[in-house]
C-alpha cells in the first residue's frame, strides 16, 4: 500500500518517522478518521473542523487547507482503488521533529503528516445483529473532546473487553456512561434517545452528531443527558455511532439485556435513515 509521509508517496515499509518526532516521543498530535463512500469522504467538512479544533486546542500551530481532499484524491488513484472499495482514510498530523522535552520547542516548528488510505468493510454480523459490550473505567484524561493520538488509555479499555469475550467496552466515570472506546453511545427510553452531552468527556462524533440531526429529521426527541449505569436495565434499545461501524446496535451490556436482546425498532428505523441519506447523497 502506497502512503502519504511528510510530502512524499510511499510503500508503507519505507514510510519512517524520525525518532525524535514528538508524535512518536509524546504522542503530541492529533488525528481524524474518515469514511469514505462511492470514492467521497463522508462529512469533509465537519471532520476539517474537528481536526483543525483539536490542533488548536494541542497549540501545534498548523492551518488545514486544501490537503486532506488533496491527499485522499492522491492515494485513491495511486493505490488503484474504485469506486466499489469500502475505504477508510486516516491521517494525523504532529508537532513535528525535536530534542525530547516536555516543553514546545521554541524553534518555528515543521509539523508531521502521515496518511493512509485502506479497505474497511463494516461488521455486517454486528450491524445487523448488535453486540455485546460491557463497562469499563473511564480512566482517559478529561479532555477526551481533543482527538489526539495517545489513545492507551483506549487500547486498554477495548483489550480489556475482547479478553471478558465482550464485543467493546463502555467508560464509566462517577456512574455515568460517555461513551464507547472509539464510539459515541446512545440509548433510547420510550421513544426518547439520550446521549452524552459534547463535553470535555466525550469526542464530539461526526457520526453521533449526524445520527442527532436524523432524530431531529425525523421527531424523535433528543436529550443530551447522560445515562447512569444503575438505568440500565430499565432502557429499550441502546447503539454505538462511529465512522467505521455508522449506527452498530447494542443488544447487552455487561449481564444486562438491552430490551428484548434483540436489535430495537428506533435503532433499525435510524439505520434505515442513515442508508437513504447515503443513497440520496453518494449513490
Ligand atoms: C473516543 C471516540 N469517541 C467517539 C468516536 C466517534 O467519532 P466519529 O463518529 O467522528 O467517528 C471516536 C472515533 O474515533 C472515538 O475515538
Request: aromatic content about 10%.
Given at each position: 500500500m502506497i502512503v502519504y509521509i511528510n510530502g512524499k508517496y510511499l510503500e508503507e515499509d519505507n514510510a519512517n518517522v524520525n525518532a525524535n518526532d514528538r508524535g512518536y516521543l509524546l504522542a503530541d498530535g492529533a488525528y481524524e478518521g474518515f469514511r469514505i463512500y462511492n470514492g467521497k469522504i463522508f462529512k469533509l467538512k465537519e471532520h476539517k473542523n474537528r481536526f483543525q479544533r483539536s490542533l488548536d486546542?494541542?497549540?501545534i500551530s498548523y492551518t488545514i487547507e486544501n490537503e486532506i481532499q488533496e491527499i485522499?484524491?492522491?492515494?485513491?488513484?495511486?493505490?488503484n482503488y474504485t469506486n466499489k472499495?469500502?475505504?477508510?482514510?486516516?491521517?494525523?498530523?504532529?508537532?513535528?521533529?525535536?530534542?525530547r522535552d516536555h516543553a514546545f520547542p521554541k524553534q518555528e516548528m515543521t509539523v508531521g503528516v502521515y496518511a493512509f488510505l485502506s479497505q474497511k468493510k463494516i461488521n455486517l454480523d454486528a450491524y445487523n445483529n448488535?453486540?455485546?459490550?460491557?463497562?469499563?473505567?473511564?480512566?482517559r484524561w478529561a479532555r477526551c473532546d481533543i482527538k489526539c493520538i495517545s489513545?492507551?488509555?483506549?487500547?486498554?479499555?477495548?483489550?480489556?473487553?475482547?479478553?471478558?469475550?465482550?464485543?467493546?467496552?463502555?467508560?464509566?466515570?462517577?456512574?455515568?456512561?460517555?461513551?464507547?472506546?472509539a464510539t459515541?453511545?446512545?440509548?433510547?427510553?420510550?421513544?426518547?434517545?439520550?446521549?452524552?452531552g459534547a463535553t470535555n468527556r466525550i469526542l464530539s462524533g461526526v457520526?453521533?452528531?449526524?445520527?442527532?440531526?436524523?432524530?431531529?429529521?425525523?421527531?424523535?426527541?433528543?436529550?443530551?443527558?447522560?445515562?447512569?449505569?444503575?438505568?440500565?436495565s430499565s432502557i429499550d434499545e441502546a447503539f454505538l455511532t462511529g465512522t467505521t461501524g455508522e449506527i452498530t446496535p447494542i443488544i447487552q451490556i455487561d449481564d444486562i439485556s438491552i430490551g428484548n436482546g434483540e436489535v430495537g425498532v428506533v435503532t433499525k428505523e435510524l439505520q434505515g435513515k442513515y442508508r437513504e441519506y447515503l443513497d440520496t447523497h453518494f449513490y
Open positions: 486546542e494541542l497549540k485522499y484524491e492522491n492515494l485513491f488513484a495511486k493505490n472499495d469500502e475505504l477508510f482514510f486516516y491521517m494525523q498530523i504532529t508537532r513535528g521533529v525535536a530534542p448488535g453486540v455485546k459490550v460491557c463497562t469499563v473505567p473511564d480512566n489513545l492507551i488509555a483506549n487500547c486498554l479499555a477495548k483489550q480489556t473487553a475482547l479478553d471478558k469475550g465482550f464485543a467493546d467496552g463502555l467508560f464509566v466515570h462517577d456512574g455515568v456512561i460517555t461513551e464507547g472506546t459515541n453511545v446512545c440509548f433510547i427510553k420510550d421513544g426518547v434517545l439520550y446521549t452524552h457520526t453521533r452528531n449526524f445520527v442527532l440531526d436524523l432524530c431531529r429529521e425525523n421527531d424523535i426527541k433528543v436529550i443530551e443527558f447522560p445515562m447512569t449505569v444503575d438505568k440500565l
